[in-house]
């Protein structure tokens, strides 16, 4: 059987909305969509939070999308807004040579969202390690702990925009070599 072809942009595209692969979401999860942007080729496509596991397992299972490699996961802190994080994940396949990056909001009073390594294993260390700088909760983990930082560290969360710039405790004693 001969392998389907990869989504490509059309040219002149303005956003994201329009996008091949925006549209397929779209089909399988009208529910989940908020909106999407095209930024220089990449496509941003906004969810709702409740809706992540069903996308990801969309992403990955329709072969037609095929999304076998989480690339990287990282969030971003808004602290103005009302849901003040926005955790940021990109998917790639291998075989389609394509493409997506997924954005879900997330509120600060309730800073947990599912944990896709059920989906993908390979993202794992990269919950744990947003876990362990911006403080975002990954529900049904298998071992979310610390993975930068000493699992005793309470001083907060290094990379929230409120975290002091020259930290806290026992840095502002430490002595430097000169």
């Not at 996008?19 to 969509?33: N, V």
């Not at 997506?100 to 947990?112: A, F, G, M, S, T």
């Not at 005793?152 to 502002?172: A, H, M």
Request: charged share 35%; glycine share 6%; net charge neutral.
């Amino acid at each position: 059987m001969k392998p389907p072809k990869p989504f490509r942009v059309p040219r002149g595209m303005e956003d994201g909305k329009d996008h091949p692969l925006t549209l397929k979401l779209r089909e399988g999860h009208a529910e989940a969509y908020i909106g999407a942007t095209l930024f220089r080729g990449d496509l941003s496509v906004h969810i709702r939070r409740d809706a992540l596991l069903a996308v990801c397992r969309f992403l990955r299972d329709d072969p037609t999308l095929d999304f076998d490699y989480p690339i990287h996961m990282t969030s971003v802190d808004f602290p103005k807004d009302r849901e003040r994080f926005e955790m940021v994940y990109e998917f790639f396949s291998i075989r389609l040579k394509h493409q997506i990056r997924l954005k879900v909001r997330v509120p600060e009073d309730n800073c947990e969202i599912e944990s896709i390594t059920g989906i993908w294993v390979g993202a794992n260390y990269l919950e744990r390690e947003v876990y362990d700088m911006m403080g975002i909760r990954f529900l049904n983990h298998p071992e979310l702990k610390r993975i930068l930082l000493p699992d005793e560290y309470d001083e907060g969360f290094p990379l929230r925009k409120n975290f002091p710039i020259q930290g806290r405790g026992w840095r502002d004693t430490f002595e430097f070599p000169r």
